[in-house]
């Protein structure tokens, strides 16, 4: 008798139909004779049909934690569809092996496509914690940090793929990399100035805060978005005030962002803030709030309180 994945395989042959989402978890946790199997025929399959099945894979994996496509997602990575390598690699938001470090800096040197470079430099930022946090070898931290600040600093890359690679250099902490995020806070391109204040709370370096607090203040909802989020990141304490307006805005995410930070940041005027939004009419303000206050009780308060309250949850 032929076993699930085997006749997934043979499904997937004959037809260009997606597969029952059921059977799609017979490519979660592969062992190594069944990737050798699955090698054999992803090639085989029309483009279109892969590029369905990887952005299938993607959304299954986000949703659920336990399954794991990591395996597949390699083999997306050397897809020849550059759509299927970018989904690829964003399939692997979550996974801290080390030796995805040279596979993710080669497609950030080497790839053609600027959306699969700019996926190899996101995904690259996580390594790059993991080496400020001293989680991993100095070496694959290294090939992650000179990949990401070549592409940084290439006049010719792409600004989205130097903007990405500013967002996951900014983890660390020396003098190259707050210059750079400097640069790109002056640069005359608006996205850019979005990456340095993206960077600027990454960092959870204070001496950004005057740059921050210029920006909660912009006309623009990405910018008024990304300094309120750093003002959680940074815990700037002076900025509740501003945070309580924010929680107002006119945009929902600036709003979201406003009561998150609030949430970081924590003392007794926040939580008076958080609360009030916790008897909000608007479901999603409502449910923002509460997670926030959570947050501000298990990071600033007494943790018997925080249990208390998440046992009286509902879905607790």
């Known amino acids: 008798m032929k076993r699930p994945l085997d006749l997934l395989l043979d499904e997937l042959r004959e037809s260009v139909e997606m597969p029952a989402q059921a059977s799609l978890y017979y490519f979660s946790s592969l ?57 690829a690699i964003e399939g ?23 959306t699969v470079r700019t996926a190899a430099a996101t995904s690259l930022g996580r390594f790059i914690l ?35 690679a500013l967002e996951s250099l900014a983890y660390v902490g020396n003098e190259t990399i707050a210059e750079l995020i400097s640069e790109a806070y002056a640069a005359p391109v608006e996205k850019v100035r979005i990456s340095a204040v993206f960077a600027m709370g990454r960092s959870a370096d204070t001496r950004w805060t005057r740059h921050v607090r210029q920006q909660i203040s912009s006309p623009n909802p990405e910018l008024r978005y990304e300094a309120t989020w750093a003002c959680g990141e940074l815990q ?28 970081q940041i924590g003392g007794d005027k926040a939580r008076e803030i958080l609360e009030h939004y916790c008897l909000a009419e608007n479901e999603a303000t409502r449910t ?21 309250r998440l046992a009286k949850e509902p879905n607790s």
């Not at 100095?138 to 940090?145: D, N, Q, R, V």
């Not at 592409?151 to 890359?157: F, I, P, V």
């Not at 945070?243 to 930070?261: M, R």
């Not at 709030?289 to 925080?306: I, R, T, Y």
């Open 31 to 87: 062992k190594a004779e069944d990737v050798a199997r699955v090698r054999e025929v992803w090639p085989c399959l029309p483009i279109g049909l892969r590029r369905r099945l990887i952005a299938r894979l993607v959304e299954l994996a986000e949703a659920d934690f336990e399954v794991d496509f990591g395996a597949l997602f390699r083999l997306g990575m050397e897809d020849e569809d550059a759509e299927v390598r970018t989904a």
């Open 92 to 114: 692997l938001w979550e996974d801290e092996d080390v030796r995805l470090v040279p596979l993710l800096a080669a497609r950030l040197r080497e790839d053609e496509t600027v």
């Open 130 to 164: 993991m080496g400020e946090l001293e989680k991993m070898r100095p070496g694959p931290h290294a090939t992650a940090y000179e990949a990401l600040l070549d592409a940084c600093q290439a006049a010719d890359e792409h600004i989205e793929v130097r903007r990405r």
């Open 236 to 263: 700037l304490h002076e900025t509740v005030p501003e945070l309580e307006k924010l929680a107002d805005d006119v945009d929902p995410e600036v709003q979201e962002a406003a009561l998150w930070a609030l949430g």
């Open 288 to 308: 923002a709030a509460e997670a926030a206050l959570d947050e501000l009780e298990f990071l600033h308060g007494d943790l018997s309180e925080f249990f208390t």
